[in-house]
């Protein structure tokens, strides 16, 4: 942001100013206005700058709040056990963090998966490559991957970078899903529950070192 703001300073020197006859005498007085016009602008662009950076960066802040009260609900005592990007060739997907008691996943719920989205992404192709990975971790009927698309297709929005997705998988097997804080639905099928999740955590994942940072070992 700050060489954007730099840059956007050099063209606004590069650029003719009135010049102010009672201060400006011939070519020296006329720049040395300029520049200091543009040195306050860029001054005043900067600070606006830095301000809205810290006002982001604490509303991302508190944005963490609900997140972890959420996943607490239903993760005792959840812990990070592990995080890591997933990029897709040159491209940065989103962040993925995984909740656990005590941050020790046990191959088991209750636990949570938090993506954090780094990219524009629209909900259908999220619901759509989520069926794609689900049948690839074993035979998936006509009926399920119809329905289960169906239900994914209502939760999943379109997202944009910074726009947080958290999965929870309960004990007793529930799915429960917020987005950017807010509840978006509970799936209540734990063979749903069981195969989704698997997308990133079976050893049958297709992203297996994706999975390895999630379990805290990448």
């Known amino acids: 942001m700050v060489i954007k703001m730099y840059g956007l300073f050099r063209q606004l020197r590069a ?22 016009m543009a040195a306050k602008m860029f001054s005043i662009i900067l600070f606006v700058s830095i ?7 604490s509303k991302n802040a508190v944005a963490q709040e609900p997140d972890v009260k959420h996943i607490s609900n239903y993760v005792p005592n959840a812990k990070l056990v592990g995080k890591g990007m997933f990029s897709y060739y040159f491209w940065d997907v989103y962040t993925g963090e995984l909740y656990a008691p005590e ?12 993506l954090t989205y780094q990219r524009d992404l629209e909900g259908k192709k999220i619901a759509q490559r989520s069926i794609v990975e689900m049948k690839k971790q074993g035979d998936l009927s006509a009926d399920d991957s119809d329905k289960w698309l169906s239900l994914m297709n209502s939760i999943f929005p379109d997202v944009s970078e910074g726009d947080v997705i958290i ?25 749903f529950t069981q195969r989704f999740f698997d997308i ?4 049958k994942t297709s992203e297996p070192k994706f999975r390895k940072k999630l379990l805290g070992n990448g």
């Open 167 to 191: 999965g929870i998988a309960t004990k007793d097997g529930t799915s429960v899903f917020y987005v950017n804080g807010e509840k978006a639905d509970e799936i209540e099928d734990k063979v």
């Open 15 to 36: 650029k003719s100013l009135p010049m102010r006859p009672e201060s400006a005498s011939g070519v020296w007085g006329y720049s040395m206005y300029s520049a200091s």
């Open 200 to 203: 990133w955590l079976s050893d």
């Open 51 to 57: 301000s809205t950076s810290g006002l982001i960066m």
């Open 103 to 114: 941050g020790e996943y046990a191959n088991q719920p209750p636990f949570a998966l938090k």
